[in-house]
Structure formats: structure tokens, C-alpha cells
């Protein structure tokens, strides 16, 4: 057990802090600065491990040194937060002025998952074929600040004459990014036109021997000969980062690499570091390793919450955790401008409006939750999202495609299940936002008591909701705008009134889960404009009702319990799709209760 101490207080070389707009982060500082500080923190670590926590996530204390450091450590975590004060991060701005790469103030986390991707971004640089490279990940995870390492690093080694750096953003200034080069390397593009700029530019560089040219934040192909960037010649290499995989694939690059969250354990040590002042409390211990896990490995918003909730009140940090479980962090200080704006951006950049639209049906799963992609197909189906597709097996096709573009700019990722996606727990939570936002969506999931309260509900679209607790759901509740209601409310006694759906003439996607409905709202016959209707793993009775939707396209009964499908099935004349996997309890299938579907 020591050993893990040892090897993880081994791996941390330096820490620091620094959301700087939406370069957040953590910033390369040099090893040759930073002893102190190395020595500081293994030494705080040893201090935490023996100290406040035993055996925390597996990490044993050192016994020995555990009351010998107690002093000394308090000390020294004074030194390293007067030396962490010191890196004051208004300094690291853009564009990096002429050799900024070996005088940038700041920390980096040498991290291992980190010290992998470095190796083999250097690894591929060092190679003769290798022209350009593109690094990827999601917002916040730390691009920037490691190909500003990478960079360092390759100076050191003087494996490059020049090292210069643009950086690039959502909308591109050819002139900005040429300007910000050329300054760099010391040149002055006086020329009339631009062509002329560009290529004095590209003459310049290509008479540097070798040159790394890093062009950080792109968002879109770029066009480097009009930039003045030579491609392709012997000597000038190029490094990109981006949060959409697709640019990467786009641009000539050789190799790309994609940056990670970081894995459980350097999530809570990046946040401890964070929270330092409150962690040593071992009452917030737990509230703090439930806030640190909300945060999802994502180094920004480890960085941002921890900073934000360090030598804060117990209440401070329940509620925060609250906020976080409610997908509702963009109350903490901070998350807003820091975490959300960057991870938005992707989000504001698809091209592709289904791409959002349905970015935001994923939004409505539950967090612990992996969305099923044929559930998407048959909201999406029901929500008319896909324009121009009537039939259930070209809307397969474009939910994968649009699924490709969204797993490409991180807003969604693979899931261990097949034929789910998954999605980033603070991703889901700017997802959440800009659905409320922007479509009027109304998503609480745990509620512990009631049907939520509110003014009103005229303005909703969408309604997900799940509770365990909520043992009545509300009577004729007027939501005239409502597209979308998704309920997953399982507690037994529920009571749902006959009038439920009186006031929602507009639904076109119902979905219950797992709740008790023996008797279904005879409101429910005035949904007309009811396409998707999802009854799963639910306790049910009578469904003749469900005969009178007319337009009714999907149908699934999925693992409910009813031993009859009767006859009025028959009168779903536009049913496309009816579902009946894992409804042991059927018995009777009435005559004629599906012979439409045949047509
Ligand atoms: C922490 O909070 C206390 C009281 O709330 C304050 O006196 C102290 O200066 C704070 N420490 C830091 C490092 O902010
Ligand atoms: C169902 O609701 C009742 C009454 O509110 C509550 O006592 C019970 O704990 C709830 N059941 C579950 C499983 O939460």
C-alpha cells in the first residue's frame, strides 16, 4: 500500500491553478523553478496520506513518517501556497510573446496520463515522415497546456531552431494568426497584400532549418498557404489542437492523439490540490470526494470547483455538491465563465442543426444512464427531427451519423454498451443548460419529494423527470408548448389522475419507465398528435386506450408486465414499430390486434 504513496507522490512534479478565460488551466512551469515546490507537495502529500486520512481510495498512510511531518508540513504548505500565489496567471497571455515557451510562469501536472500523451506526441515529431499532427479532446481537458509542453520540452532538446505558436479560434483571422507568427520570429509583414504578407511569411519560415509551427484552437480546415505557413517541406512541422476529431481528419495530418480526462486517483489529487485548505477539514472530506467525482476527471472543472469551494463552510460544499448532482454547477462561481463557455462552444459550432437538436434529447437521459441509440431514433423519430425521413431504417442511419458528428467533438462518447452512447457528466450539464435555455426543458431527475411546484408550466417543450419519492403526479397540468415528457416516477403508490394529459394536446414522444400504471389516464385517448409512445418495464393493465392514437408511429411495451394485447391495437393504422421484447406475462394476442402493423 505505501508503495502507492510513493508512486503517486512521485508522479506529481508541480501544481498550480489558472482559469485565464477560456484558457483555463494549469500552465507549464520548469522543473528547474520548481524544486521547492516538488518538494513541497510530496512532501504535503506524505503529510495528507499519514495524516487526516488513512486509507483514502486505497492509499495507505506511511507510518513512519506520519508524525514526523505533521509539523513540518504545515509549514510547507504555506511555502507552496505563497508559491503558487506567485504564479500569477494575468501573465500567460496570448500570443506567446518571441520565446515565451521558456518563460512562462505556472504549473504543469505531470500526471501519467499526461506523460503518455507527451512521449508520443514528441515520439511522432521526432519522425522524418511526419509533417503535421493534430491533438484533440474535449474542452477543458488540457490541449493547450500540453502542446505548450510538448513545445518546451522540444526546445530543451533543441530539436527545433524555432518554436511558434497561433492561436487560432472559432473565427479564424488569417492576418491575426500570420501576424502573431511573424512576430514570433521577429519579422514585420509590411506588404501591401496580403498574398504578398503570406508569402514573406512562408519564405521566412521556410529558411528556418527546422521549425515547429503550433496552431492551437482550431475549429475549422485551414487554408495555410493563404495563411503562409509552408506544408510539406523538410524541416517545418505542424501541430494542431482541436476539439472536433473531424478537423484533425481533415487537415493532412499524419498521426492524431487524443487527451484524456484524467482517471479517478490524478482527478483527486489535481482537486485536493485545488481545495487544499478545506480537504485538510475531515469533516468535508467525503462531501469533497463526492464533489471531485462530479467533476468527471475533467481537469478544468476540477480546477475551477476546487478553487472555488477552498476554505468554504460545510453548507458551501453540500450545496454545491447539490448544485453539481442537479446538473445545475453553473451556479458555482466560476463554472459559468470557465467550464461551461468552452465546452458550449462545441456545442455552438456543430453545424448541423439535427446534431444539436438531438444533443439535447440526450440530455433529457438521467446522468447514471447510457443512452440507448434506438432511443434516439424513436424520440427523434416522434420529435420530427430528421428532416426528410419517413422510414424507420433511414432514421437508424442518420441517428448514427449524427451520433458520429457529436462522439467527434466530444459532446458525446462510446459507451461500453453496444448501440449507447454516453455522456460527460459536466457535459450533460451545460447540455442541461442550454436545453432550458434554449428550448424550454425542464429536467429534474432524483426529486426526493413532490411533483416540483412551479408558476407554470405553459412554456416547457420537454419534461424529464425521475423521483422514487413523487407518489402523485399533478392533474391537468397546462403545458399547451410540450413535446417531449419522459417520467420515470416508480414509486408504488403512485397516483396518476385521468386528467393528466388534458392540457399537453401538443405531445409527441410519452415515455414512462418502470412505473406502476394498471389503470391508464383515459386523457391519454386526446394525444393526436401522440407518435412515440415508450411503456417500459412498467406495471400495466387495460391499454385499450392506446387505440385511439391516431397517429401513434412507435409503440413499445418493452419488459411491462400485460398478458393481453387487445384488439383495439388494430386501429393503429400508422404503426411502424411495436415493441415487445421482453413481455413475458403475454398471452393473448386479440384477433387483429396487430394485423395492420403487416401493411
Ligand atoms: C480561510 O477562511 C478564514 C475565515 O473564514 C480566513 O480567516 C482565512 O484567511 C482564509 N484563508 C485563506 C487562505 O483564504
Ligand atoms: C414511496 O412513497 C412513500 C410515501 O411518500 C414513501 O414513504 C416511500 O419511501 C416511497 N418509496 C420509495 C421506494 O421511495
Known amino acids: 500500500m505505501a508503495e502507492i504513496v510513493i508512486a503517486i507522490g512521485a508522479k506529481i512534479v508541480e501544481y498550480s491553478v489558472a482559469p485565464i478565460g477560456r484558457q483555463f488551466g494549469f500552465v507549464i512551469f520548469y522543473k528547474s523553478n520548481t524544486e521547492k515546490l516538488r518538494d513541497a507537495v510530496d512532501k504535503l502529500e506524505d503529510k495528507r496520506a499519514g495524516g ?34 506567485e504564479q500569477n496567471f494575468g501573465r500567460i497571455s496570448y500570443p506567446a510573446p518571441p520565446s515565451s515557451f521558456s ?36 474542452g477543458g481537458v488540457g490541449k493547450t497546456i500540453t502542446v505548450k509542453e510538448v513545445a518546451r520540452r522540444m526546445k530543451e532538446e533543441n530539436l527545433f531552431d524555432e518554436v511558434v505558436m497561433a492561436v487560432v479560434t472559432q473565427q479564424p483571422s488569417r492576418k491575426k494568426i500570420r501576424n502573431e507568427i511573424a512576430n514570433q520570429l521577429g519579422l514585420k509583414l509590411e506588404e501591401e497584400t496580403s498574398v504578398a504578407r503570406a508569402a514573406r511569411l512562408h519564405g521566412r519560415i521556410k529558411d528556418i532549418k527546422t521549425v515547429l509551427v503550433i496552431l492551437d484552437d482550431v475549429w475549422e480546415t485551414l487554408d495555410l498557404v493563404e495563411v503562409g505557413i509552408p506544408f510539406g517541406i523538410k524541416g517545418c512541422k505542424i501541430v494542431l489542437t482541436s476539439q472536433n476529431q473531424d478537423v484533425c481528419s481533415q487537415m493532412p495530418t499524419e498521426h492524431y492523439f487524443t487527451i484524456d480526462i484524467f482517471l479517478e486517483q490524478e482527478a483527486w489529487i489535481l482537486f485536493r ?55 445545475m454547477s453553473g451556479n458555482i462561481p466560476g463554472v459559468q465563465a470557465n467550464v461551461y463557455q468552452s465546452l458550449e462552444l462545441s456545442y455552438k459550432y456543430l453545424e448541423s442543426a439535427e446534431a444539436k437538436l438531438l444533443f439535447q434529447v440526450c ?34 442511419k442518420r441517428v448514427h451519423a449524427l451520433v458520429e458528428i457529436l462522439t467527434g467533438c466530444f459532446l458525446l462518447s462510446d459507451s461500453h454498451k453496444t448501440d449507447s452512447v454516453k455522456m460527460h457528466d459536466v457535459v450533460r450539464d451545460v447540455g442541461r443548460s442550454i436545453a432550458s435555455r434554449d428550448n424550454h426543458a425542464f429536467i429534474r431527475h432524483n426529486v426526493r419529494l413532490e411533483w416540483p411546484k412551479i408558476d407554470t408550466y405553459e412554456l416547457y417543450t420537454s419534461i424529464s423527470m425521475t423521483s422514487d419519492a413523487i407518489t402523485e403526479l399533478p392533474e391537468g397540468l397546462h403545458c399547451p408548448k410540450l413535446e417531449c415528457l419522459l417520467l420515470a416516477c416508480k414509486n408504488d403508490s403512485l397516483k396518476i389522475p385521468n386528467n393528466l ?16 400504471v394498471l389503470v391508464l389516464p383515459s386523457s391519454l385517448a ?42 383495439e391495437m388494430g386501429k393503429l393504422a400508422k ?17 387483429g390486434a396487430i394485423s395492420r402493423l403487416s401493411d
Open 526 to 567: 386526446s394525444l393526436k398528435n401522440l407518435r412515440t409512445l415508450s411503456l417500459r418495464n412498467c406495471q400495466l393493465g387495460d391499454i385499450s386506450v392506446i387505440g385511439e392514437l391516431e397517429k401513434l408511429k412507435f409503440l413499445s411495451l418493452y419488459g411491462s408486465s400485460i398478458n393481453i394485447l387487445p384488439k
Open 501 to 516: 394529459f388534458d392540457g399537453m394536446r401538443a405531445l409527441r414522444v410519452l415515455d414512462f419507465q418502470a412505473m406502476r
Open 363 to 396: 440530455c433529457l437521459f438521467p446522468e447514471d444512464f447510457d443512452v440507448p441509440i434506438e432511443d434516439l431514433v424513436r424520440y427523434g423519430m416522434g420529435l420530427q427531427l430528421f428532416e426528410g425521413i419517413d422510414m424507420l431504417g433511414e432514421a437508424r
Open 52 to 85: 487526516c486520512f488513512c486509507c483514502l481510495n486505497g492509499w495507505c498512510p506511511h507510518l513512519k513518517s506520519r508524525f514526523l511531518l505533521s509539523r513540518k508540513a504545515n509549514k510547507l504548505r504555506h511555502e507552496m501556497l505563497d508559491l503558487l500565489q
Open 273 to 327: 490540490l485545488m481545495a487544499s485548505n478545506s480537504i485538510d477539514d475531515p469533516n468535508l472530506l467525503k462531501v469533497a470526494e463526492e464533489v471531485a467525482k462530479e467533476c468527471g476527471g475533467l481537469p478544468i472543472a476540477l480546477v475551477t470547483i476546487g478553487r472555488a469551494l477552498n476554505n468554504k463552510s460545510k453548507y458551501f460544499w453540500d450545496d454545491a455538491l447539490l448544485q453539481l448532482k442537479q446538473s
Open 103 to 138: 518563460s512562462s510562469t505556472g504549473v504543469f501536472i505531470d500526471f501519467e496520463s499526461r506523460v503518455l500523451a507527451i512521449k508520443g506526441i514528441m515520439a511522432a515529431l521526432r519522425d522524418d515522415r511526419v509533417y503535421m499532427i493534430g491533438i484533440c479532446g474535449i
Open 575 to 591: 404503426l411502424r414499430l411495436l415493441d415487445l421484447t421482453k413481455c413475458t406475462d403475454l398471452e393473448t394476442i386479440s384477433p
